[in-house]
């Protein structure tokens, strides 16, 4: 199985020194990267080819706080796939505790007419692929009902420092924003604990969302949660949502 070791840096933490999930989210990725480029096609070399893989749906488990200064690693592996949907997992380890869980659906597009394509459309000789583990059961979506009681909360213009090379707000970004809106965690008296979020509409640069919020939800069954927020955000150009994702908290154990 392909693994990078890595330290948490300042950048990485929250006021309590533990782990931010958007930078989860990127050590995970940064590994699923770094695998495409020792073991097969890079994420580069199938751009180059007139394609892109995009992120559909991603659930993430924190198991247990991780701090600054600590040595991790990152793993990520392909899963075996069919049709149109390609499998990711990911993963980081202290030691051979496992930390963080991460399960992926992923859609391969052509660029020049955004065509989905399927599986026998990529190279994928040459990865170490392991077994698909769903770190939540089941596709996550809001409910329509509960949808129309959710509150406009903010609104974000995507701007140079959101984007990636494919010139839309990066996937790993918006949970920044969402957070930012969390009032547990900029009180500093819990973490994120889970995330699931189903990636409709990209966001190019220039484009402005607006962020829908609930209020304070009970802990979904059987996820390790004290309470959890559902977010929806929505393009002002045309109205499309853009990504739903529900986030789950549980306190610190020993907030500063």
């Known amino acids: 199985m392909y693994q990078e070791n890595y330290r948490i840096r300042t950048y990485d933490v929250d006021r309590n020194k533990i782990l931010k999930p958007s930078a989860a989210l990127q050590i995970t990725q940064d590994a699923g990267c770094g695998q495409m480029r020792t ?15 995009m992120l559909n749906r991603l659930d993430m488990n924190i198991l247990t706080e991780i ?4 040595e991790v690693i990152a793993s990520s592996w392909p899963c075996e796939s069919r049709r149109a949907t390609y499998l990711r997992c990911y993963g980081i380890w202290r030691g051979e505790e496992p930390v963080v869980e991460v399960s992926t659906q992923w859609t ?3 660029l020049e007419d955004r065509k ?3 599986v026998e459309d990529a190279d994928m000789t040459g ?3 392991g077994p698909y583990k769903e770190a939540a059961p089941g596709k996550f979506k809001i409910p329509p009902v509960q949808a129309e009681t959710m509150t406009c909360t903010s609104q974000h213009k995507v701007s140079y420092s959101d984007a990636d090379s494919n010139g839309h707000m990066n996937n790993t970004y918006y949970l920044n924003y969402l957070c930012d809106l969390i009032p547990e965690l900029e009180a500093g008296t819990h973490r994120v604990s ?5 990636y409709s509409k990209e966001a190019p640069v220039g484009e402005t969302i607006a962020i829908y919020q609930s209020e304070k939800l009970p802990p979904r069954e059987g996820a390790e949660q004290e309470s959890r927020y559902l977010f929806r955000t929505l393009r002002k150009s045309d109205g499309e949502m853009n990504i739903a994702a529900e986030i789950g908290l549980v306190p610190v154990k020993a907030a500063i």
């Open 108 to 110: 391969l597009v052509s």
């Open 194 to 198: 889970t995330l699931r979020i189903h």
């Open 116 to 118: 989905i394509l399927t």
């Open 67 to 70: 701090h600054e200064d600590e």
């Open 39 to 53: 073991e097969g096609l890079s994420y580069e070399e199938i751009f180059a080819t007139g394609k892109a893989f």
């Open 127 to 129: 990865y170490e692929f």
